[in-house]
Protein backbone atom coordinates (compact mmCIF):
# COMPACT_ATOMS: atom_id res chain seq x y z
CA UNK A 1 0.00 0.00 0.00
CA UNK A 2 1.34 3.39 -1.14
CA UNK A 3 1.78 5.93 1.90
CA UNK A 4 2.98 9.23 2.18
CA UNK A 5 3.53 10.32 6.29
CA UNK A 6 3.94 14.00 6.92
CA UNK A 7 5.53 15.22 10.06
CA UNK A 8 3.34 16.73 12.30
CA UNK A 9 2.24 20.91 12.57
CA UNK A 10 4.43 23.30 13.57
CA UNK A 11 4.26 26.90 14.61
CA UNK A 12 7.12 29.04 14.08
CA UNK A 13 7.78 32.83 14.30
CA UNK A 14 8.34 35.13 11.22
CA UNK A 15 11.08 35.09 9.79
CA UNK A 16 11.83 31.84 10.71
CA UNK A 17 12.56 28.40 8.71
CA UNK A 18 10.06 25.34 9.07
CA UNK A 19 11.01 22.20 7.49
CA UNK A 20 8.72 19.12 6.61
CA UNK A 21 9.17 15.62 6.06
CA UNK A 22 7.51 13.42 3.95
CA UNK A 23 8.03 9.74 4.68
CA UNK A 24 7.08 7.44 1.38
CA UNK A 25 6.32 3.43 1.77
CA UNK A 26 4.79 1.11 -0.46
CA UNK A 27 6.96 1.85 -3.39
CA UNK A 28 10.39 2.42 -4.85
CA UNK A 29 10.95 6.23 -3.75
CA UNK A 30 13.14 6.57 -6.98
CA UNK A 31 10.17 6.19 -9.25
CA UNK A 32 8.14 9.19 -9.02
CA UNK A 33 9.17 12.51 -8.22
CA UNK A 34 7.30 13.83 -4.91
CA UNK A 35 5.53 17.48 -5.57
CA UNK A 36 4.96 19.45 -2.40
CA UNK A 37 1.89 22.07 -2.46
CA UNK A 38 0.36 24.69 -0.74
CA UNK A 39 -2.82 25.79 0.50
CA UNK A 40 -3.73 28.76 3.21
CA UNK A 41 -6.53 28.62 4.96
CA UNK A 42 -10.03 29.20 2.51
CA UNK A 43 -7.83 29.47 -0.42
CA UNK A 44 -6.99 27.70 -3.48
CA UNK A 45 -3.93 25.21 -4.57
CA UNK A 46 -0.59 26.42 -5.18
CA UNK A 47 2.48 24.39 -6.23
CA UNK A 48 5.57 24.57 -4.45
CA UNK A 49 7.90 22.63 -6.36
CA UNK A 50 8.72 19.21 -6.59
CA UNK A 51 12.24 16.25 -6.22
CA UNK A 52 13.35 13.79 -8.41
CA UNK A 53 14.27 11.44 -5.87
CA UNK A 54 16.79 9.36 -8.67
CA UNK A 55 18.95 12.65 -9.91
CA UNK A 56 18.09 15.23 -6.76
CA UNK A 57 16.78 17.51 -9.89
CA UNK A 58 14.29 20.27 -8.24
CA UNK A 59 11.95 22.69 -9.93
CA UNK A 60 10.69 25.12 -7.41
CA UNK A 61 7.33 27.48 -8.28
CA UNK A 62 7.99 30.84 -8.72
CA UNK A 63 6.02 32.30 -6.16
CA UNK A 64 8.52 29.93 -3.83
CA UNK A 65 11.72 30.33 -5.51
CA UNK A 66 14.51 31.70 -3.31
CA UNK A 67 12.83 30.74 -0.15
CA UNK A 68 12.08 26.84 -0.93
CA UNK A 69 14.42 23.96 -0.40
CA UNK A 70 13.38 21.06 -1.36
CA UNK A 71 15.31 17.29 -1.13
CA UNK A 72 15.13 13.76 -1.25
CA UNK A 73 16.99 11.24 0.74
CA UNK A 74 16.60 8.12 -0.54
CA UNK A 75 18.57 6.38 2.50
CA UNK A 76 15.36 7.02 4.15
CA UNK A 77 12.84 7.23 1.46
CA UNK A 78 11.85 10.83 3.00
CA UNK A 79 11.18 13.88 1.24
CA UNK A 80 12.11 17.12 2.95
CA UNK A 81 10.38 20.74 2.18
CA UNK A 82 12.14 23.55 3.83
CA UNK A 83 10.48 27.25 3.57
CA UNK A 84 12.38 30.05 4.88
CA UNK A 85 12.16 33.75 6.10
CA UNK A 86 8.05 32.29 6.99
CA UNK A 87 5.78 35.02 6.66
CA UNK A 88 2.26 35.41 8.32
CA UNK A 89 1.10 34.62 4.88
CA UNK A 90 2.47 31.25 4.65
CA UNK A 91 0.07 29.75 7.32
CA UNK A 92 -0.61 26.91 5.24
CA UNK A 93 -1.17 23.48 5.12
CA UNK A 94 1.21 21.97 2.74
CA UNK A 95 1.18 18.73 1.37
CA UNK A 96 3.47 16.30 -0.34
CA UNK A 97 2.42 14.06 -3.54
CA UNK A 98 3.62 11.27 -5.42
CA UNK A 99 4.13 12.03 -9.12
CA UNK A 100 1.05 12.03 -10.90
CA UNK A 101 -0.35 13.39 -7.77
CA UNK A 102 -2.39 10.07 -7.19
CA UNK A 103 -1.09 9.27 -3.75
CA UNK A 104 -1.05 12.51 -0.85
CA UNK A 105 0.25 12.59 2.16
CA UNK A 106 -2.54 13.61 5.14
CA UNK A 107 -1.02 17.94 4.75
CA UNK A 108 0.94 19.80 7.34
CA UNK A 109 -0.36 22.89 8.60
CA UNK A 110 2.38 25.22 9.14
CA UNK A 111 1.19 28.50 11.98
CA UNK A 112 3.25 31.63 11.42
CA UNK A 113 2.66 33.80 14.06
CA UNK A 114 4.13 35.95 16.51
CA UNK B 1 4.11 34.30 -14.77
CA UNK B 2 1.83 31.85 -16.44
CA UNK B 3 -1.87 32.45 -15.20
CA UNK B 4 -4.45 29.44 -15.35
CA UNK B 5 -7.52 30.72 -15.22
CA UNK B 6 -10.97 28.11 -13.94
CA UNK B 7 -14.91 29.47 -14.20
CA UNK B 8 -15.16 30.24 -10.45
CA UNK B 9 -18.24 28.35 -10.18
CA UNK B 10 -20.45 26.07 -12.14
CA UNK B 11 -24.22 24.41 -10.54
CA UNK B 12 -25.46 21.91 -12.13
CA UNK B 13 -28.16 18.89 -11.45
CA UNK B 14 -28.04 15.40 -10.77
CA UNK B 15 -28.05 13.26 -14.05
CA UNK B 16 -26.98 16.32 -16.06
CA UNK B 17 -23.75 17.08 -17.61
CA UNK B 18 -21.24 19.86 -17.08
CA UNK B 19 -17.88 20.98 -18.71
CA UNK B 20 -14.98 22.77 -16.77
CA UNK B 21 -12.47 24.46 -18.37
CA UNK B 22 -8.77 25.48 -17.77
CA UNK B 23 -7.40 28.15 -19.80
CA UNK B 24 -3.71 29.58 -20.14
CA UNK B 25 -2.30 32.65 -19.73
CA UNK B 26 0.62 31.66 -22.65
CA UNK B 27 -1.66 30.41 -25.13
CA UNK B 28 -3.76 27.42 -26.28
CA UNK B 29 -3.59 24.31 -23.51
CA UNK B 30 -1.85 21.09 -25.57
CA UNK B 31 -1.04 18.19 -24.48
CA UNK B 32 2.48 19.07 -23.24
CA UNK B 33 1.01 21.26 -20.80
CA UNK B 34 0.02 17.59 -19.19
CA UNK B 35 -3.50 19.06 -17.70
CA UNK B 36 -4.18 17.52 -14.36
CA UNK B 37 -7.98 17.53 -12.93
CA UNK B 38 -8.04 17.23 -8.91
CA UNK B 39 -11.40 17.30 -6.80
CA UNK B 40 -11.04 18.98 -3.28
CA UNK B 41 -13.75 18.41 -0.60
CA UNK B 42 -13.75 20.42 2.79
CA UNK B 43 -11.54 19.01 4.97
CA UNK B 44 -9.71 16.32 2.89
CA UNK B 45 -6.60 16.23 1.15
CA UNK B 46 -7.46 16.77 -2.93
CA UNK B 47 -7.99 13.68 -4.88
CA UNK B 48 -6.39 12.91 -8.78
CA UNK B 49 -9.04 12.33 -10.84
CA UNK B 50 -7.51 13.02 -14.34
CA UNK B 51 -3.42 13.22 -15.83
CA UNK B 52 -1.91 13.85 -18.86
CA UNK B 53 -4.92 15.32 -20.37
CA UNK B 54 -7.65 12.46 -20.50
CA UNK B 55 -6.21 9.46 -18.90
CA UNK B 56 -8.02 8.06 -15.39
CA UNK B 57 -6.73 6.93 -12.46
CA UNK B 58 -7.61 4.04 -11.43
CA UNK B 59 -10.17 4.46 -9.12
CA UNK B 60 -11.75 7.95 -11.12
CA UNK B 61 -15.23 6.97 -12.05
CA UNK B 62 -16.23 6.96 -16.05
CA UNK B 63 -18.23 9.67 -15.78
CA UNK B 64 -15.24 11.82 -15.56
CA UNK B 65 -13.41 12.57 -18.73
CA UNK B 66 -10.30 15.31 -19.70
CA UNK B 67 -10.21 16.24 -23.13
CA UNK B 68 -8.61 18.88 -25.02
CA UNK B 69 -10.98 21.76 -26.94
CA UNK B 70 -10.36 24.61 -28.46
CA UNK B 71 -7.21 25.27 -26.71
CA UNK B 72 -8.64 24.51 -23.18
CA UNK B 73 -8.38 21.87 -21.02
CA UNK B 74 -11.55 20.58 -20.08
CA UNK B 75 -13.12 17.76 -17.17
CA UNK B 76 -16.72 16.81 -18.16
CA UNK B 77 -19.21 14.99 -15.73
CA UNK B 78 -21.55 13.03 -17.86
CA UNK B 79 -24.52 11.90 -15.20
CA UNK B 80 -23.55 14.47 -12.49
CA UNK B 81 -24.12 12.63 -9.20
CA UNK B 82 -24.54 14.38 -5.96
CA UNK B 83 -20.99 13.88 -4.42
CA UNK B 84 -19.90 14.97 -7.47
CA UNK B 85 -19.73 18.27 -5.47
CA UNK B 86 -16.49 19.71 -4.59
CA UNK B 87 -13.60 22.07 -5.39
CA UNK B 88 -11.92 20.98 -8.83
CA UNK B 89 -8.88 22.04 -9.50
CA UNK B 90 -6.87 21.49 -13.05
CA UNK B 91 -3.06 21.76 -12.77
CA UNK B 92 -0.66 22.51 -16.21
CA UNK B 93 3.13 22.42 -16.93
CA UNK B 94 3.87 25.38 -18.25
CA UNK B 95 7.49 27.43 -18.94
CA UNK B 96 9.51 24.76 -16.83
CA UNK B 97 7.14 24.88 -13.67
CA UNK B 98 3.65 23.55 -12.41
CA UNK B 99 0.75 25.82 -12.04
CA UNK B 100 -2.76 25.25 -10.19
CA UNK B 101 -5.80 27.20 -11.61
CA UNK B 102 -7.85 28.96 -9.14
CA UNK B 103 -10.08 26.18 -8.96
CA UNK B 104 -13.79 25.61 -9.71
CA UNK B 105 -16.67 25.03 -7.16
CA UNK B 106 -19.08 22.42 -8.16
CA UNK B 107 -22.52 22.65 -6.71
CA UNK B 108 -24.91 19.73 -7.77
Known amino acids: EVQLVQSAAEVQKPGATVRISCHVS????????IHWVQQAPGKGLQWVGL????????IYGENFRGRVTIIADTLTDTAYMELSSLRPDDTAVYYC???????WGQGTLVTVSS | QTVVTQEPSLTVSPGQTVTLTCTCS?????????PNWLQQKPGLAPRALIY???RRHSWTPARFSGSLIGGKATLTLSGVQPEDEAEYYC?????????FGGGTTLTV
Open chain 1, 97 to 103: ARGRLGF
Open chain 2, 91 to 99: LLYSGGVWV
Open chain 1, 26 to 33: GYTFTDYY
Open chain 2, 52 to 54: STQ
Open chain 1, 51 to 58: VDPEDDET
Open chain 2, 26 to 34: TGAVTSGNY
